[in-house]
């Protein structure tokens, strides 16, 4: 249900817009919009009341989408209903809202979807998206005033919390556009014929892009997509190939690459470098990439959930700190957990140098000054959207304060996390590890101090990457663990998603590493993090598991030497199994006339032999092979399981189903024999008759007359079916028997020795003539 607009009126955002200053007179400031949630608005403040029903229509339909996705009832055949042709009659907004509502909130088979919880700030941004678009049919001088003063103080806010000072900002809604427009206008700066010639400006010194090669090769591809450039623009940069350090850019490769283009005539754009890996989290050598960029006059921009960390000081270092790259992309919406917000891409100024030494940011027509412009990076106000308004709420909605907490929260999850299984036996923690390589320094250290920039990045941590390893000998070093620990790492993954949903995980795989368990709280920042008592339970989850499974590795050879000893079972290899392993029972003989009837058989006897096992104990399943036969699939053990019980309970149980099917072998072979000997039986009976009764009685007229003049017997009983045989009375051998003198009697005196002959026919039936041949 609906609430009704008065009972939400209170808790409604007020928007009031100041009145612009008249013509005439000195230039208008931007106008100021006051936001205060869950005050109304004061006396001399303008009231929209256009804006105030617009706000309060998209809450009650976020809170109606609430009402839903926590049981409430919905329309189940909306799915059903077809959407090909628009209807002829119109509906009502309820309607239309309804049908939304019901598919957003249930999937086509009418089941509940999980929709993400939203606190006030997350509903207060969904409905500016509201406004926005409203405000798009102002007139048009209103309209470039609102978005160039929602942009103005965003793009201020950001670059004093960034300590970016000497920066504009582009807010896009693709995560890679800034990163795009940014090339694009670097293609602008080293080549002044761009513009005019397009690709023939750099057919003579080919552009060229550096990016890790721990990065992913998607980025680059859309780049070169977007900008028309051939992929030998991309020089991937190998990383360091000593141990702790293998996903991070090698710097001493990147500058033996710098100096090679240069002389072979290329040009060098950007260098691409992440503050934060996409899955491990690790940092490149910022400081020293930045200088090799200098150096040789190359953009660096930078991307990561690292970059977090310029929000955590509260206190600034003195004196002026110069930027730590010319560009860097901030996704506020996956830090903050505020769906809707744009991204910001942070970008320097151009900057000249004037007589005196000073650094001066450009003004005026320079060329220089244009390159944004030309490159897209400018912010259209004279569109009909605004984008920076989502984030304009947020931010006024969150304050510094509340910005700051959620950001220390993210890197504290990380932190307390990393501590609590780092010291676990056969786990290997890949990520970074907080506080630097000593483990010094803590997150509230770094706010209560203030700190330079690369301390920020080396002592925090972004996400948290672990893996189960094999037990590792004295001196071994493992990097690539077997195949069989990325079943159980995935399977680890799995139950801890399921028991300890507290602690959101991703199981992702790493080329070098294998299948790996990743937290990031930079990307789960719906709702609040996982608290100091949520990592406690799902490190005691975590514990249980992680014995499970050394106790499934310990069996594991033991159940191996058993099924090889075993006659009747086989080791079946499961590509995809994360259990002890799979068996196919299979009686002796078999494997040698695997024919498809008997890989039939076989199939149904180890599919009979699961369904007898299951009743037993639920963790046998029913599984298939690669060579497409089924077996039996052994799950998980415990220490105190018993794996030479489970074969000889296989065994037994397997014996057992044989033994049933044998039985139910033998009956369908004695009905097929049946029906062969009751069709020998039918054609045998089929050529005495055409004896006894004669060839003429076959002649059309002949055999009319023949029937007429001596007619045929009735037959009794089913033909080709003989009567059972009965108990038989022993009687003492003499007396005479009468026999019928016919072929057929004298055929059945040679068959049926040892049979009593049938009586005689009485005497008032003395039986069918005989017709000489």
């Given at each position: 249900m609906a609430t009704p607009p008065t009972q939400r009126s209170n808790s409604t955002p007020q928007i009031a817009v100041e009145a612009a200053q008249p013509q005439g007179g000195p230039p208008a400031p931007p106008p100021a919009v006051v936001m205060d949630i869950g005050k109304?608005?004061?006396?001399?403040?303008?009231?929209?009341?256009?804006?105030?029903?617009?706000?309060?229509?998209?809450?009650?339909i976020v809170s109606r989408l609430e009402q839903i996705a926590v049981g409430g009832s919905a329309n189940d055949g909306v799915f059903n209903q077809p959407t090909v042709f628009l209807g002829l009659d119109q509906k009502q907004g309820n309607e239309i809202i309804q049908t939304i509502q019901t598919l957003v909130a249930t999937d086509e088979d009418g089941e509940p979807t999980a929709l993400p919880a939203l606190d006030d700030i997350a509903?207060?941004?969904?409905?500016?998206?509201?406004?926005?678009?409203?405000?798009?049919?102002?007139d048009r001088m209103v309209l470039q005033k609102l978005?160039?003063?929602?942009?103005?103080?965003?793009?201020?806010?950001?670059?004093?919390?960034?300590?970016?000072?000497?920066?504009?900002?582009y807010y896009h809604e693709d995560q890679l556009e800034g990163l795009v427009r940014i090339t694009r206008m670097i293609l602008h700066y080293k080549y002044p014929r761009y513009l005019e010639d397009g690709a023939l400006a750099y057919t003579a010194a080919p552009p060229t892009i550096y990016s890790s090669v721990a990065s992913p090769l998607g980025v680059v591809q859309h780049l070169c997509r977007q900008l028309e450039l051939p992929l030998s623009c991309v020089r991937p940069v190998p990383v360091h190939t000593h141990f702790g350090s293998q996903y991070t850019m090698d710097c001493t490769a990147l500058q033996k690459m710098l100096t090679e283009d240069m002389n072979a005539?290329?040009?060098?754009?950007?260098?691409?470098a992440d503050v934060g890996t996409p899955i491990t989290g690790h940092l490149d050598n910022i400081p020293r990439i930045q200088e090799l960029c200098k150096c040789h006059d190359i953009w660096l921009h930078l991307r990561g959930h690292s970059l977090a960390a310029l929000v955590l000081p509260l206190q600034q270092p003195n004196g002026h700190q110069p930027a730590i790259a010319d560009s860097f992309t901030l996704p506020l919406g996956s830090w903050l957990g505020l769906p809707g917000l744009p991204m910001i891409t942070l970008y320097r100024l151009w900057e000249k140098q004037n007589p005196t030494g000073a650094r001066n940011r450009q003004v005026g027509s320079t060329r220089e000054s244009t390159l944004p412009l030309i490159a897209g990076l400018t912010n259209d106000h004279q569109g009909r959207r605004i984008v920076s308004l989502p984030l304009w709420v947020a931010l006024q909605a969150l304050g510094r304060e509340g910005l700051h907490a959620k950001i220390r929260d993210n890197f504290l999850a990380s932190e307390r996390l990393w501590a609590a299984i780092d010291c676990y036996r056969q786990v290997r923690v890949l990520s970074q590890k907080p506080g630097g390589e000593s483990g010094t320094y803590t997150v509230s250290e770094l706010i209560s101090k203030a700190s330079t920039v690369p301390i920020l990045f080396e002592t925090t941590a972004c996400s948290?990457?672990?893996?189960?390893?094999?037990?590792?000998?004295?001196?071994?070093?493992?990097?690539?663990?077997?195949?069989?620990?990325?079943?159980l790492n995935s399977w680890l993954g799995q139950i801890l998603q399921l028991d300890a949903p507290q602690v959101p995980i991703d199981i992702c795989e790493l080329e070098n590493i294998g299948v790996v368990l990743r937290f990031c709280p930079f990307e789960y920042a719906i709702g609040q993090q996982p608290t100091a008592a949520d990592i406690e339970q799902f490190v005691q989850c975590l514990e249980q598991q992680l014995i499970i499974l050394r106790a499934t590795i310990q069996h594991k050879h033991t159940f191996l030497k058993l099924i090889e000893a075993s006659p009747v079972l086989r080791v079946v290899e499961l590509p995809e199994w994360a259990g002890l392993g799979g068996v196919r029972y299979a009686p002796e003989g078999w494997e040698e006339l695997l024919t498809d009837q008997a890989k039939e058989e076989l199939n149904n006897l180890n599919?009979?032999?699961?369904?007898?096992?299951?009743?037993?104990?639920?963790?046998?399943?029913?599984?298939?092979?690669?060579?497409?036969?089924?077996?039996?699939?052994?799950?998980?053990?415990?220490?105190?399981s018993e794996v030479e019980e489970l074969i000889n309970l296989v065994i037994r149980v397997g014996q057992s189903v044989e033994e049933n099917s044998r039985v139910l072998d033998s009956m369908s072979e004695i009905v097929k024999r049946g029906i062969e000997t009751a069709t020998l039986d039918l054609q045998k009976e089929n050529e005495e008759k055409l004896w006894q009764e004669g060839i003429l009685r076959q002649v059309p007229v002949v055999g009319t007359f023949m029937n007429w003049w001596a007619p045929k017997t009735k037959e009794t009983g089913v033909r080709g079916v003989k009567s059972p045989p009965t108990p038989q009375i022993q009687t003492p051998v003499g007396g005479s028997h009468s026999r019928s003198s016919s072929h057929a009697s004298s055929q059945g005196s040679t068959l049926n020795q040892g049979v009593p002959p049938p009586p005689p026919p009485a005497a008032d039936n003395p039986g069918p003539p005989l017709i000489p041949l």
């Open positions: 109304p608005p004061s006396e001399n403040s303008p009231r929209n009341p256009q804006l105030g029903e617009i706000a309060i229509e998209a809450s009650q509903k207060l941004v969904i409905t500016s998206h509201s406004l926005a678009a409203y405000c798009g049919n102002l978005s160039t003063r929602f942009t103005t103080d965003t793009t201020r806010w950001l670059s004093q919390m960034f300590g970016f000072l000497d920066s504009s900002a005539g290329r040009t060098p754009l950007i260098v691409i948290v990457v672990f893996q189960f390893i094999p037990e590792a000998k004295e001196g071994e070093v493992i990097t690539r663990v077997p195949q069989y620990y990325d079943k599919m009979a032999l699961v369904d007898s096992l299951r009743s037993t104990d639920s963790a046998f399943s029913l599984g298939e092979g690669t060579d497409g036969l089924m077996c039996v699939r052994f799950g998980m053990l415990t220490p105190q």
